[in-house]
T-cell receptor, first 116, second 109 residues
């Protein structure tokens, strides 16, 4: 079974530029998550989708971050314009269940962003 | 609101000795709790989960954790460390999957 795919693995940009990350979850997984992991910290939830609808985006900085999952399968996370403090690993995860506390999350390897 | 505190940022053990990674949680109701492991350059992987069934939970690779409501703790243990256990471990609480800051486990030969 293929795992959660993310691209690109690494990205270096200058501040005020834009960047996009792509995630393809495990086939059949209804719920998709984007997390931000800053060096030395635990992952922080940015947004949760169930199929193509947003369940929770309370911690997404909406002035610069956006995410979509138009067909309920793959998803894109965009940052525009990027700030220095956005340097982090962006993790995508998926699960087959609707409620996270009943299921196992499967994580991708992450996209490492460096903002100069 | 729910929160989780991992009491040690680094733990070092010798191969073959016991492992203890400590986690305390805060929740107004009985939460779901998880331990995830992150090996270098690999994705996070679920070790075990507690969802209000048995208080002693067994996971993969010989790890287990005990839910203690009176102490609001969910410590991760393993009787005998292996070199391959060296990784970052995260305690996670609740429906919103709030992660702790992580504990880096080093295993010396």
């Amino acid at each position: 079974e293929a795992g959660v795919a993310q691209s690109p693995r690494y990205k270096i940009i200058e501040k005020r530029q834009s960047v996009a990350f792509w995630c393809n979850p495990i086939s059949g997984h209804a719920t998709l998550y984007w997390y931000q992991q800053i060096l030395g910290q635990g992952p922080k939830l940015l947004i949760q989708f169930q199929n193509n609808g947003v369940v929770d985006d309370s911690q997404l900085p909406k002035d610069r971050f956006s995410a979509e999952r138009l067909k309920g399968v793959d998803s894109t996370l965009k940052i525009q314009p990027a700030k220095l403090e956005d340097s982090a690993v962006y993790l995508c995860a998926s699960t087959v269940t609707v409620r996270a506390n009943t299921g196992e999350l499967f994580f991708g390897e992450g996209s490492r962003l460096t903002v100069l | 609101a729910q929160s989780v505190t991992q009491l040690d940022s680094h733990v070092s053990v010798s191969e073959g000795t016991p492992v203890l990674l400590r986690c305390n949680y805060s929740s107004s109701y009985s939460p779901s709790l998880f331990w995830y492991v992150q090996h270098p350059n690999k994705g996070l992987q679920l070790l075990l989960k507690y969802t209000s069934a048995a208080t002693l939970v067994k996971g993969i690779n010989g790890f287990e954790a005990e839910f203690k409501k009176s102490e609001t703790s969910f410590h991760l243990t393993k009787p005998s460390a292996h070199m391959s256990d060296a990784a970052e471990y995260f305690c996670v609480v609740g429906d919103k999957l709030i992660f702790g800051t992580g504990t880096r486990l080093q295993v010396f030969p």
